[in-house]
């Protein structure tokens, strides 16, 4: 309904509340006199009601009007004095005083607690503790990292944790506490605010922590901006040397070296993309590993240590490997900070030297022989046999494709090759083509042609989005696959949802066929891991965890830095799996020391084995590692011992002088070696 000039009527409700809305947004005044006002309309009227109707009340008008008034004064505690006017007077404002500077004080400290309260949420306090690990940025390793630092062993479990990230301070505890859950031996610590600012960075004491670590964001900016915070800790801390170890992830080799500069000379950069690829290819061919590379690199077991290598001056390697009854040692860090991974049996193990072992814990490594425990008649003394040339298939791609197509070229045997079939654009030549050293391939992933110095690489495209299209792939020429999902905000979806749906494809093909096919993925997210259909035989990276297992290891011990650089990279030696029928006669039963003597006559140092039986749990697969010397076991042709060896029949890249911009490209996975010249401390 409207007026009759057309307007719309206005209810008399709707007049009275616009008429309270203008009233409150004029000023304090105004409101604190309607306060008054309304407080009045109502306490004098009910005061005198009450008065008018106690029978006791005085019989006199002025007598009554009087304890109206002392009733009403009582009630807003304005004073109950009585007498002449001048007294009422000045008992009222008295009574308004007060009730003004009792108002005041409790406003004042209501907004100031109420202030202080919105600060601590915001998480823009500061943080004064000592020794304290800081976490910079939020990324998918963060979970990761703060989980495995709770869960490190007593000396080596920091106290404080504190994370500083541009993320809400109570949704980073809720993300925490979800994912890691309640810390009871540590306090983790969330503050709010970007890294990259000097006074924000400041509030975190970054110079009184232990270690500092730099993650990177999911954002296409997130290199730069791991630059920026390692800039801005440079500012905080200064230009000396006498800083917190900074260590520090990016995604894109171009931008570790500026990363490796802004950290200083304690700072280690982390290559996060190319950690994956070679994780990736490390697994093809070596069902399992991913399992154990998950064990080595977490801490709810055993990992590597440091330990003292006293006993054994003078004397050869090999005589370590049996001399240590519940731990297995596979190296040696010299006093200079070199690491020996798997030396020969005839090295000499110097004064000032340290033992690298697999054990429990840093103080439960004992010395004692274990020789006796060697059955000499259950090692098998032929020579194992050589793997022949792989045939992969590699489905779809992202941006760490190139990287592990890199990888697979440089570990592949004569005679390999790889199809890569993507969805829509082809990112490399048709036809096949030639590899090159790794630093000769540019960074978009299209190898330029070269000598045959590595497998042949087949580039097609199809519509992998359809279901129709992965179950009419021919497997049968295939020795594997290596499945990688697309970048994440390449879709509306998540990265990891085209994965499965492709395992689950894949899962299906097998059933048809009847052959399976080992299959090597990668997820984003970890709790996707369990739903992936794939069968034992399979490996499954998750990226985020693994290099967050990585970086909470080298944030524990950075003498180990460049043992896991070895590890995981191309050359040198790695983890693998080998038939326990390399080692010990199949259907025997032989102590665990004995396999350690046979993988030693053959250069390798065995930390572990995976047996395939009936007792083969769903949790550990089968896998045991660091068992002890003494532990008995019947050695059947499915088993497997691993151990860390150095692939000899790997080809060899022919090697190019490097320059200024090729050492990015020729230093190692993570740059976690320290800087040149820099023993590890």
């Not at 994912?179 to 610590?189: K, L, N, Y």
């Not at 022989?369 to 489905?395: M, N």
Request: charged share 25%.
């Amino acid at each position: 309904m409207g007026t009759g000039d057309g307007r719309p009527r206005v209810s008399l409700r709707e007049w009275a509340g616009y008429r309270f809305d203008r009233t409150l947004a004029r000023s304090t005044g105004t409101l604190m006199g309607w306060l008054v006002i309304t407080c009045l309309a109502i306490v004098v009227p009910v005061s005198t009601l009450l008065v008018w109707t106690d029978p006791g009340s005085p019989r006199s008008l002025s007598g009554r009007l009087t304890a109206a008034w002392r009733t009403s004064a009582e009630t807003l505690r304005l004073g109950a004095a009585s007498g002449t006017p001048l007294r009422l007077v000045l008992s009222a404002l008295l009574g308004l005083v007060a009730l003004l500077c009792v108002s005041t004080l409790v406003g004042v400290i209501t907004t100031g607690l109420a202030e202080r309260l919105a600060e601590l949420s915001r998480g823009r306090s500061t943080v004064l503790e000592q020794g304290h690990v800081l976490v910079l940025g939020w990324s998918d390793q963060v979970t990761t990292v703060v989980g495995e630092l709770v869960a490190a062993q007593a000396p080596r479990r920091p106290r404080v944790i504190v994370v500083l990230a541009d993320r809400d301070k109570a949704e980073m505890e809720q993300v925490l506490t979800a994912r890691v859950g309640p810390a009871v031996r540590t306090r983790i610590i969330c503050r709010s605010g970007p890294a990259s600012d000097p006074d924000v960075l400041a509030l975190v004491s970054p110079r009184a922590a232990s270690t500092v670590l730099v993650l990177p964001s999911t954002e296409p900016t997130a290199d730069a901006e791991v630059l920026r915070v390692l800039l801005a800790l440079r500012a905080v801390l200064g230009e000396g040397a006498d800083g917190p170890p900074v260590l520090a992830a990016v995604r894109d080799d171009r931008y570790r070296a500026p990363a490796r500069l802004a950290a200083g000379p304690r700072g280690t950069v982390l290559e996060t993309d190319l950690v994956t690829a070679r994780l990736i290819a490390q697994c093809v061919g070596r069902p399992g590993l991913s399992l154990v590379l998950r064990d080595l690199l977490d801490f709810a077991g055993d990992e590597f240590h440091l330990a003292d290598a006293t006993a054994f001056q003078d004397g050869p390697f090999g005589a370590t490997l049996l001399g240590h009854p519940n731990s297995c040692v596979v190296g040696v860090l010299t006093p200079d900070g070199r690491t020996l991974l798997n030396p020969p049996a005839d090295t000499v193990v110097g004064p000032g030297s340290r033992l690298i072992v697999l054990a429990r814990d840093d103080d439960s490594t004992r010395v004692g022989d274990c020789g006796h425990l060697v059955d000499d008649s259950v090692i098998v003394a032929a020579p194992s046999e050589r793997d022949g040339p792989t045939r992969l298939l590699l489905l779809g791609w992202n941006r760490r494709a190139p990287l592990v197509v890199r990888q697979l070229r440089r570990t592949a045997r004569p005679g390999s090759f790889v199809d890569v079939l993507t969805d829509s654009v082809v990112p490399g030549p048709r036809e096949p083509e030639y590899g090159k050293p790794e630093h000769g391939t540019p960074n978009d992933g299209t190898p330029e042609h070269g000598p045959p110095a590595g497998p042949d690489v087949r580039f097609r495209s199809a519509a992998l989005s359809r279901p129709e299209t992965l179950l009419g792939l021919d497997l049968g020429p295939y020795d594997g696959l290596v499945v990688l999902g697309p970048d994440g905000g390449a879709g509306p979806d998540h990265p990891d949802d085209w994965t499965l749906v492709t395992l689950l494809a894949l899962r299906l093909l097998e059933e048809r066929t009847g052959r399976e096919v080992r299959v090597v993925t990668e997820l984003i997210d970890d709790r996707n891991r369990p739903l992936a259909p794939v069968s034992t035989a399979s490996d499954v990276i998750v990226s985020g965890m693994l290099t967050g297992l990585l970086m909470a290891q080298i944030a524990q011990n950075r003498h180990l830095a460049p043992l896991f650089d070895e590890l995981f990279s191309a050359e040198g030696s790695d983890v693998c799996l080998r038939p326990a029928g390399t080692y010990v006669r199949p259907g025997a039963e032989a102590t665990f020391a004995t396999v350690v003597a046979a993988a030693r006559d053959r250069g390798e140092c065995a930390i572990g084995y995976r047996r395939h039986d009936g007792r083969t749990g769903r949790a550990d697969q089968g896998i045991r590692l660091n068992p002890s010397k003494s532990e008995r076991h019947v050695w059947n042709a499915e088993d497997h011992v691993v151990v860390v060896a150095r692939d000899r029949d790997l080809p060899t890249a022919p090697s190019e002088p490097a320059d200024a911009t090729d050492e990015a490209d020729v230093a190692t996975t993570a740059a976690v070696r320290p800087r040149h010249g820099q023993p590890a401390d």
